[in-house]
């Protein structure tokens, strides 16, 4: 009988902590997709103006040959209000994405391990970014849909209240993930490439260069670490997702109507370096802010920064 009791009351003890865990992960899982909403729409909502540019030099190469002669032909032929065109798609669709690809990738990295043990760690790191950026592009495709259009064409519409019910009236749902599929060529490599990246760099940094441990190191030195780990990520990103982020432009705004035909138009050369510089200088500074500003969100709440498996935070929590 006092077995059978104690059995009872370890099976308890376990529920209670399992019930304890399953909602320490809730909450931490829910602060990962609120930092990646408000660290992704902010900083892509920042670079609006270069944005704009580098999708009319995407579309209409000829005419936006450079940064400064685009962003002097933008304001002279559509005022100064051009170069903001698209905010709010921007703002809205790539705070919903970021906060998919935030959260999701930390689930997934917490899961995979669990269930693939024989697996190394970059292989879960692609397949954690790669499963959180599929959801997270579908999410930005309708937004992303409406931007390109806005951006690249004057009178199209003014924002998301109108461009939303004219591309539902003009091309019905299908207007809004006609791009999908090169929207996954471009950010699924890049975000595979960018969190591994981000991962490995943090370790490197860590172990080369600081030479001690995350947990020996006060916050500010974690945020500097996550800065020169986001950047580095952010620049290796770039070089890859280049040509499928033509083809999106070019399918958007009708210059070729698949993307075997947008290949053949742009050409296979420059899909590598047209908005390249552009790009450049966009995603390094807008990939180092959002790794800053999501990991500073994350230690405002009493969590580590970014770097590392979920399963040591969850020990570490259980413990204390």
């Known amino acids: 009988m006092e077995q059978r009791v104690r059995e009872e009351q370890m099976g308890g ?3 209670g902590r399992a019930r304890a865990c399953e909602k320490c ?3 931490y899982y829910a602060i990962c997709t609120i930092g990646g909403m408000l660290s992704a729409g902010t900083t892509h909502l920042v670079t609006t103006p270069l944005d704009v540019l580098k999708v009319n030099m995407q579309v ?5 040959y ?3 002669s685009g962003f002097s032909t933008l304001w002279k032929e559509q005022g100064s209000s051009s170069l903001w065109k698209g905010w709010s798609a921007k703002f809205c669709g790539y705070g919903v994405q970021g906060g998919c690809k935030f959260g999701l ?3 997934f990295k917490s899961l995979y391990p669990d269930i693939l043990v024989d697996y190394n760690r970059t292989f879960i790191f692609f397949l954690s970014s790669a499963s959180a950026q599929v959801f997270a592009d579908i999410a930005l495709c309708p937004f992303e849909s409406v931007k390109v259009r806005v951006q690249a064409q004057p009178h199209f519409a003014k924002g998301l209240s109108d461009g939303f019910p004219k591309v539902y009236k003009t091309e019905g749902l299908a207007g809004f993930y006609r791009g999908l599929f090169p929207l996954w060529c471009r950010n699924l490599p890049f975000s595979m490439i960018m969190f591994s990246t981000f991962e ?8 080369k260069l600081v030479q001690k441990r ?3 190191c006060s916050r500010v030195q974690q945020l500097g670490v996550t800065c020169l780990a986001g ?3 952010g620049a290796v990103g770039t070089l890859i997702s280049n040509p499928a982020d033509n083809i999106v432009a070019s399918l958007y705004n009708k210059k070729a109507e698949n993307v075997l035909q947008a290949v053949k138009k742009i050409g296979f050369l420059n899909l590598f370096t047209r908005s390249l510089p552009v790009r450049i200088t966009i995603v390094g500074p807008v990939v180092t802010l959002q790794w800053f500003l999501y990991d500073s969100i994350k230690v405002l709440n009493g969590l580590p920064t970014s770097g590392g498996f979920r399963r040591r935070v969850e020990e570490a929590n259980l413990s204390a």
């Open 13 to 15: 003890e376990e529920q």
């Open 25 to 27: 992960a809730a909450g």
């Open 60 to 64: 209409n190469p000829l005419k936006y």
């Open 66 to 68: 450079g940064m400064s």
């Open 105 to 107: 990738y930390e689930y």
């Open 200 to 207: 490995h760099s943090v370790d490197f940094i860590y172990q």
């Open 214 to 216: 995350k947990e020996d």
């Open 231 to 233: 950047y580095t990520a």
